[in-house]
């Protein structure tokens, strides 16, 4: 079963950037098929796609913060990252990373999500 997990800061102040890993264990985010994605959560509003990574490297970021919005991996640890830079309150969200459901839309594997807030 395949298990994630997110880390890094639980406070950023605006303008720096934001920086989150996902450590997978009980499957390999190289492994055919497999893709990997970042979803955030804003107080009071519903689940926002940002990206995500595919099992070649390839990523996909939603329009409206692919310019700030950066993921990549570490195939060493098993493990993908976040990077979303010029950070503003607005970016203070629950973020979660999962695990693409194969031939079907949604996920079937979640982190618990980690809370970041955006505040001098």
């Known amino acids: 079963q395949v298990q994630l997990q997110e880390s890094g800061p639980g406070l950023v102040k605006p303008s720096q950037t934001l920086s989150l890993a996902c450590t997978v264990s009980?499957?390999?985010?190289?492994?055919?098929?497999?893709?990997w994605s970042w979803i955030r959560q804003p107080p009071g509003k519903g689940l926002e796609w940002m990206g995500g990574?595919?099992?070649?490297?390839?990523?996909h970021y939603t329009p409206s913060l692919k310019s700030r919005t950066s993921i990549s991996r570490d195939t060493s640890k098993n493990q993908f990252s976040l990077q979303l830079t010029s950070v503003t309150p607005e970016d203070t969200a629950v973020y979660y990373c999962?695990?693409?459901?194969?031939?079907?839309?949604?996920?079937?594997?979640w982190g618990q999500g980690t809370q970041v807030t955006v505040s001098s």
């Open positions: 009980g499957g390999s985010i190289t492994a055919n098929y497999y893709a």
């Open positions: 990574i595919s099992d070649d490297a390839s990523t």
């Open positions: 999962s695990k693409d459901r194969p031939g079907y839309g949604g996920m079937d594997y």
